[in-house]
């Protein structure tokens, strides 16, 4: 059962694999520099040429504006991996309101791009041109025509399509229109899922792992060792008690059965999720793999919806060549509650297996996702650069090598173990604890500038302040401890280039959530049951912490816009901040925009209009500065019972309000078709509930969109100030149909957010 060598029959030998595994990826760009991420079968210098394009619009190339070369750092003998900068070659930058196209040559094979995907396929296209290279426009100079998408939670085996296809079409729509196209993509949390991996998508994983590493990591124990080829679905057990994870707790054993291991798991997740040149043509069924009745079912139910994210896997690697992408981690990057509180630190970074998963995930991490995002943290006498080096000594020498990778923690940021209790090393910030980080750690977090308009991106995993105490280990932590708040925020804030109209903040997990959301977290902590519903990722439960962050934005800008995900449902909420002080007003939205692929039934029934029956009401909250107290004004009505306390004067306050969704409108993009079979009474089945459940009426409910989603972000800036969130989605009545829901926000304060509340 689950033999490797039965997947071999299955995937591509080494022969027939392509150069090219993955990619190429866009990363990071500017005027003056651009990041190209891709993954190779063999090594070599890669070179980078972005060329000009005649009339800005695409088609025709024009002389080459910037050129760079990089070395592929060798992950094993068939695995390279590489981010390559070109820098100008003259005085000449690259501009706003242009098209650019790029290519890259492969020197060792002396092939271009181009030959080197029509060796793979001639059939594929990573272009919407003639000329079949890949193009990109950077942010424009009037913010009238930014367009930034986003999204998050892209989850192989989660249900409905995948939506991150939709970006393909977004781009084929307005590729000549430097104006027109996405400019730039964040991904904000849980790229790859560590922990909830079907089984069919590991034993694809272990397939490409002994592909491409051709070894198997030794894993360290509480007592000993175990080599990591653990068979699918046969890991919770390993993964709670030697790992310490906390995704299968709470009747949850399924959600860690193929959790991910050895970094060699880890790298190959990536390179399924990105591109689909190691997916096979189809998946075996749990009948050919003589699996039990009730496990061949759950491993057919995961392969169909696996075969589903196959089968848009090559628009989305068109989509990720095309658009600058960056990335954020969030905790299933790595696995379920990474870093959650202090409580998890210490089950799990105590625990020899543990510490080696997360060490393996956020190398991962640092390889695949952190790289493109700042590449001047890989550039040459990096941290960055030595941190490649080491993993590459370490990789290569068949996970032998310790000592590089025990180095490799420095530069991760992995604290140290405390040799007298076995726990991780903590170190004080101010009056909250933080895990101890090397000097030379890479910063996961960064900013990304445009021409009018600034992205500042936070890490809330890696730095954040547990409140010190043996009776607090589950106690919910701030998302960013003193320090991380300076670093990450405030000193970006406070050096504000002057043309900047535009502030955009992304947070993984969000500002404000549902009210249900908040009562269920509330009565889980009340029991300590804080695992099971992510209790402590929700800014609003530690109001230090929530209070310091909308501080410090309204205080230095008067309008920002937040781009969030994580809860796996689009929508718009708009803050008013009254600061008494200043009598100033600050509007900040938050847009959210999950899951890309992790539908669930929950989210599905709040997408309708049974959750306008029970609609978000308008919140007002008093807060003071000396303590960071916050209170909630009842709401009004003849309800009331009593009056608020005697409150001393207020430093400022707060209104939040949750925004309309406005009616979907179908869209004349067409997508693959399903596969799935059915007789002829499941034909009539499925035929009563589309006309009850997926009726389009039912479907428009007034507040979020609950299915898969992409949103692309639109700027209204020239006549009034507001934001306009466009989320796609595909409805269950068309399942080859996409249509868009929209969020219109203001950004302008009007008579009713000047008002100040002294009712209370």
């Not at 934001?723 to 302008?748: A, C, F, I, M």
Request: charged content about 20%.
């Amino acid at each position: 059962m689950f033999e490797l060598d039965f997947a071999d029959q299955y995937l591509l030998n080494l022969e027939q694999l392509p150069l090219i595994i993955a990619g190429p990826i866009l990363r990071h760009t500017q005027g003056d520099e651009v990041t190209v991420w891709l993954a190779l079968k063999k090594p070599g210098a890669i070179a980078l040429k972005v060329y000009e394009t005649e009339d800005g619009r695409g088609s025709i190339l024009g002389q080459v504006l910037l050129q760079g070369q990089r070395q592929t750092v060798a992950l094993s003998q068939n695995l390279h991996v590489v981010a390559v900068t070109a820098t100008p070659l003259g005085d000449r930058l690259l501009e706003p309101d242009q098209v650019y196209a790029y290519d890259l040559y492969f020197q060792q094979e002396q092939a271009s791009l181009i030959s080197a995907i029509q060796a793979e396929n001639p059939d594929c296209s990573l272009s919407y041109f003639p000329h079949q290279l890949p193009t990109f426009a950077l942010p424009p100079t009037n913010i009238d025509y930014l367009k930034i998408v986003h999204g998050s939670c892209r989850k192989p085996h989660g249900g409905g399509r995948d939506t991150l296809s939709c970006l393909d079409n977004l781009i084929q729509d307005s590729a000549s229109l430097a104006s027109g196209r996405p400019h730039q993509l964040f991904l904000t949390g849980d790229q790859i899922y560590g922990d909830d991996v079907a089984d069919p998508m590991l034993w694809l994983i272990q397939g490409v792992n002994r592909l491409l590493f051709g070894w198997t990591e030794e894993l360290p124990l509480q007592q000993g060792t175990i080599f990591s080829d653990i068979p699918p679905g046969k890991r919770t057990e390993i993964s709670h008690l030697e790992g310490g994870m906390t995704a299968m707790l709470q009747g949850k054993e399924e959600k860690a059965k193929s959790h991910l291991f050895s970094f060699g798991e880890y790298a190959s997740a990536y390179l399924l999720a990105w591109s689909p040149v190691l997916v096979p043509a189809r998946i075996p069924s749990g009948k050919s793999l003589k699996l039990g009745r009730q496990q061949a079912k759950t491993w057919d139910q995961e392969s169909r919806e696996i075969e589903s994210f196959i089968r848009d896997s090559s628009s989305v690697r068109r989509a990720l060549a095309n658009v600058s992408v960056y990335t954020i981690c969030d905790d299933h990057d790595i696995s379920d509650d990474w870093y959650l509180n202090r409580e998890w630190c210490d089950r799990v970074l105590g625990k020899p297996l543990g510490k080696r998963i997360v060490q393996n995930g956020l190398l991962a991490y640092a390889i695949f996702q952190a790289w493109g995002n700042t590449p001047q943290h890989f550039a040459s006498g990096t941290g960055g650069e030595r941190l490649l080096q080491l993993a590459s000594e370490w990789l290569q020498s068949e996970g032998k090598d310790l000592s590089a990778k025990a180095q490799c923690d420095r530069y991760l940021g992995i604290p140290a173990t405390d040799t007298a209790t076995g726990l991780p090393q903590l170190q004080q910030d101010q009056d909250v604890m933080i895990l101890a980080r090397d000097k030379q750690a890479i910063p996961w977090h960064y900013q990304v500038y445009g021409t009018n308009h600034e992205v500042i991106v936070l890490d809330t995993r890696s730095w954040r302040g547990y409140p010190p105490g043996a009776d607090n280990k589950l106690a919910p932590p701030m998302l960013l401890s003193p320090l991380a708040f300076q670093q990450q925020l405030r000193t970006p804030l406070e050096s504000q280039p002057s043309h900047i109209e535009a502030t955009v903040v992304v947070l993984p997990t969000n500002l404000v959530a549902l009210g249900i959301i908040d009562r269920i977290q509330q009565f889980e902590l009340s029991r300590d049951r804080v695992f099971s519903t992510d209790v402590g990722d929700s800014w609003n439960f530690h109001q230090e912490a929530f209070a310091t962050l909308l501080l410090n934005l309204c205080r230095e800008r008067d309008r920002v816009i937040i781009l969030s995900g994580d809860i796996h449902y689009s929508c718009a909420v708009r803050l008013v901040h009254w600061d008494y002080d200043s009598c100033s007003t600050s509007i900040l939205v938050q847009l959210t925009s999950s899951a890309i692929k992790n539908s669930e039934l929950v989210t599905r029934i709040i997408h309708t209009k049974l959750k306008s029956l029970l609609p978000e009401k308008t919140e007002r909250w008093l807060g003071w500065n000396k303590s960071y107290q916050q209170v909630k004004l009842p709401q009004p009505g003849w309800w009331r019972k009593k009056p608020l306390k005697q409150l001393s004067t207020p430093d400022w306050q707060y209104r939040v309000e949750w925004c309309k969704r406005q009616p979907a409108q179908s869209l004349p993009w067409k997508t693959q078709p399903t596969s799935k079979k059915s007789n002829l009474w499941s034909r009539l089945i499925n035929r009563l509930v589309t006309l009850l459940w997926r009726n389009p009426w039912l479907q428009e409910g007034s507040e979020v969109v609950g299915r898969n989603n992409l949103s692309l972000v639109k700027f209204r800036w020239t006549t009034t100030k507001a934001v306009v969130q466009e989320t796609y989605w595909h409805p269950p009545w068309n399942d080859r149909g996409t249509v868009k829901s929209s969020y219109e926000v203001s950004l302008e304060a009007d008579f009713q957010d000047l008002e100040q509340t002294t009712n209370y």
